[in-house]
């Protein structure tokens, strides 16, 4: 088990470039599976294993550790298939040391990786390797669902698969049921990419089917990424406030098009999941949408220039969705007030006056 | 973790098998058909997005083998036969174009990318290979790779790009061509071209934007650096100049007019760079500099400096200070092909506005301090060149448009005087017309002296710089005036004015030749009292001198009498001989014979004149010229004389001299012989009868009746006008040696000269060439000469001008004893008269007649004492008696003592008289007259002692 680092990399260097990547990831993992003893790695292992990867996993480096030219895209591509396949054969049974070796392979400090991982997690969704899939939703969970390096990651498989080739999305239907979890968080992150004001910041339109599918089919996919302990208080963690968001402004920014239709679909299957959740899972929702976020879409109204009626639209569904939110105790407590009051600024609205009324009462 | 379902599904087989191939034969790990897997990889491109990448530098390769096929084929001469790489190229080529249809905002921009790099690599790897050498031409590399299947292909793809994105977002594809060219300059020009072709319109305009953005961004930074995007810029731009010109020169105006907007926020930098940029552009590449001049040039105006002013102190930046920037300005300017007399103008008002409110003295100084750098770079260069080296674009175009330059010669303002004087200085390095039309130019024009003293300064400018070159000029004028841009400018003047006599201003009404006389005049002044020092060297003498021909023939036939006034007064101020300087030779004589025959032209224009004043000064020029010439050469003397002789008397307006003119009124009708010879007979002409007698037609018209016109003109212009003709004569007959010191005693008129003018006068009064002799016959014989003394004396009777040359004549003894047929022809036709009148009483005509002959030849001393009082007598005698006076006293005293100069001898003082002690005349002649006067005692008595004194005693 105790190889020393020299051996190892002698014996590695003994193979050719797909093949001795391959070889180093089994040895990686050996490096971070659980020992007898259920000791984490020491960091001098950590390092060992950082060495390998990156002389022998991404060729970024070579024996004297000077800098290499990069990889050429068609090795690019091998060693993405080396890493699916590394994921989908290593076994089920390590999973922790797989996720392990996943969060080693792929620092959100790493441009580049991150930008392989992209290339990766693409690659993935569409040879449909679960464990991959699962792999990225820890690691994006682990990173915050909308972090930089998630976002980016994001827009990647946005681009992959709605903008460059729009018919490819439909093949992702049954994502969620393949890594919900990564779905979940992909959900949260794509939400927070597309700001909804205005045509250029709206999400493409096999997006948007996409995702009203995915919130339609699986009510419980909003909440699959939620992490027990919240971790980042200050970014969102569900995709609930983000989406909301696109379908209270769609009014506003799309007038009669076939796209409003969609949102009208995206918002029930919101609310409707919302309602599933919260019978479900009371309780642990509590505190997941951040009054900020729900006052960022109210700006982006007062902001607008719809019609009077496209504006008493948007203020139906933000008082639908708030009188939810509210009720199952989704809104975090500081800064209710504030929204409240930013609330009292739009235009007067029947059901929203009703809603803040009665939750005014109560807190 | 909440994985609520795992559904463990496997991964589809078929797309891990195309990855597995496709990868297996992207890195030839297995041999596979590249056709097959360029189908993969399209399919792959398409299920696979991360595959993206890979199967994109997948058919780099591709593309590489075949244009590496492609160059060995042409190199080994083999014929270019399409393979599999064709099919697979179009398919690739198909599957692309699609997807960038679909979807050109995605797609476009990887695409063309892709392509735009690929190209890149290709061009610069393949270039210098087959057989299109590494400096070959733009149009070679067009024709070897758009004959090539991959490159068209990419190409064709890199257009459809950019056609799809040519609304959105063409930021993204021009950048990557500028960086691609950047890279792969020059072998990837071609690309550029062919690029650039296709959307002309945008692709410069990007191209340009994109430049501008870069040099914003770098050119403050490295200072004067020359950024590979700007060369790019200009590469591209120097590339789509051949055929898009148009299109160039309306990005960069409209570039420049952006510039000149209000600003929006977060654009001021990129508004600020703009005219170092253009001015950076203009630098590298001289059509873009072209391009520049002719239309950006043009939309400057005074107006708009004052706002370029303000973002002038930013620009220096960009070009490491104030100096450098005006070094590059001053170079740019000079190598200007268009538009140079704009930017001089636009200097000039921006210096000195016309418009006072204008003034803006930031912009006035920079405008003077480029102004005189720029003529001061032109100086040393044309100095440091030399002549016959290339010429300067700049003054190649003020050159071409001199005409809008020309008035500034004229301004009130001196400062553009000078500029323009200093500019003609330098244009005339290389071409001497111009500034011999400049001077021209002005000396029509001008009417001040700065003016005037811009000629001088012009004339001696060029003077001095002149390295003339010998041209087609005509040789007879000498090195005088090859060298004397002055004596060519007043040629030109001259034949400007006479080609189109422009009326300067209608309120004087001055004529152009007009005033460029008074200018000369007024120049000559100057020369005269030599106060500049620079016309010690007789410039405009030596100018006016070679145009002799020319003001001759002003003179001659002026189109307006000021103008010949104008010439004769300047004529007057030069010394046409050049006796008082270093000319060594004269005038030639023939320009001395046109000059004094316009002199005695202008003299009879003169005379016509109605104002006194005019008239007296016009003469007194004539005789001051008339007089320098006949004393130059006795050619010139008889020539002159000739000529006013003639002209007094028959041809100038002789009635201006009291001449009666004779017309023959009531001309009949014209008859026709044949008419006549009809009106004989109708019937048919037969030989030897009646019929056969033709009407011969009537000979002459009877006798001749003729009215004599009288003369309009009051008596004392009459004599006036006779006097200024004696004067003139007076004048050519002036003694050369008149004032010399060593004759003392020469006459001031010379009479020869004289005597010259006697005999002229017999030559052209008398209609006879032989009997005109000195003697005088006998009475009788002039019943023979009768006819010729007819005709004399109708000549006298018609031209009272005779009377006062003869009288002239008579006044320089012994000159008219040449004329003595024209006396002996008075004398003898009024015998005859006076015969004739005996029955009737005296005519006052005939009486007076009688006294002027008598009169004449006793001024000439012809007939010596007692017989010279005769005149005394006439009226207060019968006719008999004068006719008896006039054969005794005069004939008869004429026939015995032939009137011969022989008779006069000369004096101390150098006069000719005759001894009147000698020459007493005998009884024979003086008895009639004593017996007359004693007949009449009484009206006469006084004179008898007189006339007889007592000799007894």
């Given amino acids: ?363 | 973790m909440a994985s609520t379902s795992v559904i463990k599904s496997v991964p589809p087989q078929d797309l891990l098998t195309e990855l597995r191939t496709f990868v297996a034969g992207a890195t030839r790990a297995v041999k596979t058909n590249p056709l097959e897997l360029a189908r993969t990889a399209l399919s792959l491109l398409k299920t696979l997005p991360a595959a993206r990448d890979a199967v994109l530098e997948y058919f780099c390769t591709l593309f590489d083998s075949a244009v590496s096929k492609y160059v060995a084929q042409i190199e080994n001469d083999a014929n270019p036969s399409g393979g599999h790489e064709e099919a697979t190229i179009a398919e690739i080529h198909s599957v692309l174009c699609n997807f960038v249809s679909n979807n050109p905002e995605a797609w476009a921009p990887i695409i063309s990318t892709w392509s735009l790099e690929l190209l890149g690599e290709l061009s610069s790897r393949y270039a210098g290979r087959a057989r299109v050498p590494l400096g070959a031409g733009l149009n070679e590399s067009l024709q070897l790779w758009m004959s090539c299947r991959a490159t068209r292909t990419l190409i064709d793809i890199t257009t459809q790009c950019l056609s799809c994105l040519m609304h959105s977002n063409t930021e993204t594809c021009i950048n990557a061509l500028l960086n691609t060219s950047v890279a792969h300059s020059p072998h990837f020009d071609w690309v550029v071209a062919h690029v650039g072709s296709c959307f002309p319109q945008t692709v410069i305009t990007r191209v340009l934007s994109c430049g501008l953005k870069d040099f914003c961004q770098h050119g403050s930074m490295e200072q004067g650096a020359k950024s590979p995007k700007v060369l790019s810029v200009v590469g591209i731009l120097g590339h789509l100049a051949a055929s898009h010109i148009v299109s160039i020169r309306l990005a960069l105006l409209d570039l420049f007019k952006w510039s000149l907007q209000p600003p929006k926020p977060g654009e001021e930098a990129q508004r600020r760079a703009t005219v170092p940029f253009l001015l950076q552009l203009g630098s590298l590449s001289s059509i873009l500099l072209h391009a520049l001049s002719s239309d950006v040039l043009q939309t400057l105006n005074v107006d708009m400096l004052p706002q370029l002013a303000e973002l002038a102190p930013g620009w220096c930046i960009y070009f490491g200070g104030r100096q450098a920037l005006e070094d590059l300005i001053v170079h740019l300017a000079r190598n200007c092909e268009e538009g140079g007399t704009q930017m001089l103008h636009l200097l000039l008002n921006a210096s000195s506005p016309v418009d006072a409110s204008k003034y803006h003295s930031n912009v006035a100084l920079t405008s003077r301090r480029i102004l005189e750098l720029l003529l001061q770079e032109l100086d040393l260069m044309l100095r440091s060149a030399g002549p016959g080296a290339y010429p300067i674009p700049l003054l190649d175009s003020i050159r071409q448009n001199v005409a809008s330059i020309q008035p500034l010669l004229l301004s009130s303002d001196l400062l553009r005087v000078q500029i323009a004087v200093r500019l003609f200085g330098l244009l005339a390095h290389h071409s001497p017309a111009v500034l011999v039309n400049a001077v021209a130019f002005l000396l029509q024009r001008a009417t001040k002296d700065e003016h005037l003293a811009a000629v001088m300064r012009l004339v001696t400018d060029a003077v001095c710089a002149s390295a003339y070159s010998t041209s087609s000029l005509d040789k007879e004028r000498g090195d005088s005036f090859k060298n004397n841009y002055l004596a060519q400018a007043l040629e030109q003047a001259i034949r400007n004015s006479a080609n189109n006599d422009l009326i300067l201003d209608d309120n004087i009404g001055q004529v152009a030749s007009e005033q460029l006389w008074l200018n000369l005049a007024r120049m000559l002044k100057w020369e005269i009292s030599r106060r500049p020092r620079a016309l010690e060297a007789h410039l405009i003498s030596d100018a006016v001198c070679a145009c002799l021909r020319e003001a001759s023939e002003l003179l001659r036939c002026p189109p307006e009498p000021a103008v010949a006034h104008a010439v004769a007064s300047t004529l007057d101020l030069v010394d046409i001989l050049g006796q008082n300087h270093r000319r060594l030779s004269g005038p030639k004589l023939k320009h001395m014979i046109r000059l004094t025959k316009a002199i005695v032209a202008y003299f009879f224009l003169c005379v016509s004149e109605k104002d006194w004043v005019v008239r007296l000064k016009g003469a007194n020029v004539c005789c001051r010229l008339l007089t320098q010439l006949a004393v130059h050469s006795a050619a010139i003397r008889s020539l002159a004389l000739r000529e006013l002789l003639e002209g007094a008397l028959f041809h100038a307006p002789t009635h201006l001299f009291g001449a009666t003119t004779k017309i023959s009124k009531d001309r009949p009708p014209e008859v026709r012989l044949l008419h006549e010879n009809h009106k004989q007979g109708t019937s048919v002409i037969l030989a030897h009868r009646h019929s056969s007698m033709f009407h011969a037609g009537v000979i002459g018209n009877g006798p001749y009746r003729h009215t004599s016109v009288a003369n309009t003109i009051p008596q004392e212009d009459i004599s006036e006008n006779i006097s200024l003709l004696i004067d003139v004569i007076k004048a050519c007959c002036t003694n050369p040696t008149a004032g010399d010191q060593n004759a003392p005693n020469s006459l001031p008129t010379s009479l020869d000269a004289v005597t010259n003018v006697s005999l002229l006068l017999v030559e052209l009064l008398s209609p006879d060439v032989m009997y005109n002799g000195l003697p005088w016959p006998e009475e009788e014989f002039s019943k023979v000469t009768v006819e010729r003394d007819l005709s004399i004396r109708q000549r006298f009777d018609e031209l009272p001008i005779t009377w006062a040359l003869l009288s002239f004549v008579a006044s320089h003894r012994p000159a008219l004893c040449y004329c003595s047929v024209l006396l002996r022809a008075l004398t003898a036709t009024l015998m005859a008269q006076w015969a004739a009148r005996r029955s009737a009483g005296p005519s006052p005509d005939l009486c007076s007649t009688t006294v002027r002959l008598l009169e004449l030849l006793a001024l000439g001393q012809l007939l010596p004492p007692p017989l010279a009082s005769l005149r005394e007598l006439i009226p207060h005698l019968l006719p008999q008696e004068v006719v008896q006076l006039l054969r005794d006293c005069v004939w008869n005293y004429m026939r015995d003592n032939v009137p011969s100069p022989a008779l006069f001898t000369r004096d101390a003082s150098g006069l000719m008289w005759r001894d009147a002690t000698l020459a007493i005349p005998g009884p024979q002649y003086t008895d009639s007259l004593r017996f007359i006067i004693q007949k009449n005692i009484k009206k006469l008595g006084y004179l008898y002692p007189q006339l007889f004194p007592d000799t007894s005693k």
């Fill in chain 1, 1 to 363: 088990m105790s190889i020393s680092s020299s051996d190892l990399k002698h014996a590695l260097r003994k193979t050719d470039f797909p093949f001795c990547a391959r070889e180093a990831l089994t040895r990686i993992e050996q490096i971070y599976a659980p020992n007898a003893m259920g000791r984490p790695p020491s960091n001098k292992q950590i390092d060992l294993a950082a060495e390998v990867m990156a002389e022998f996993v991404f060729c970024e480096a070579d024996r004297r550790g000077s800098r290499k030219r990069r990889l050429s895209c068609i090795q690019e591509l091998q060693l993405l298939e080396v890493l699916c396949d590394y994921f989908t054969y290593s076994g089920a049974s390590n999973e922790p040391a797989r996720n392990a070796v996943f969060m080693a392979l792929f620092p959100a400090s790493n441009a580049e990786r991150c930008r392989l991982l992209a290339k990766l997690v693409s690659m993935a969704i569409s040879t449909k390797n679960t464990p991959v899939l699962n792999a990225t939703g820890v690691w994006m969970q682990h990173l915050g669902s909308a972090t930089q390096g998630s976002l980016e990651l994001a827009q990647g498989l946005v681009k992959d698969y709605f903008v460059l080739v729009p018919r490819a999305g439909s093949g992702l239907q049954d994502l969620p049921q393949l890594a919900p979890y990564f779905t979940s968080s992909l959900l949260t992150a794509v939400a927070e990419i597309y700001t909804g004001e205005g045509p250029t910041s709206a999400p493409p339109q096999p997006l948007l089917e996409v995702v009203t599918q995915w919130v339609a089919d699986l009510p419980t996919l909003c909440i699959a990424a939620l992490p027990a302990e919240p971790l980042h208080r200050t970014s969102p963690t569900t995709p609930y406030a983000g989406l909301f968001r696109w379908c209270i402004l769609a009014p506003l920014h799309f007038h009669p098009a076939p796209a409003v239709l969609l949102y009208s679909r995206l918002h029930l299957a919101l609310l409707e999941s919302l309602l599933e959740c919260r019978q479900l899972q009371p309780g642990r929702l509590e505190g997941s949408v951040m009054p900020q976020q729900l006052m960022m879409t109210a700006r982006s109204m007062i902001r607008s220039n719809g019609s009077a009626e496209a504006m008493q639209d948007a203020i139906d569904r933000f008082a639908q969705a708030l009188q939810l939110i509210l009720d199952s105790r989704l809104l975090a407590q500081s800064g209710q007030l504030d929204l409240f009051q930013l609330l009292d600024t739009l235009p007067r609205n029947r059901l929203m006056a009703l809603v803040l009324r009665k939750h005014r009462g109560q807190s």
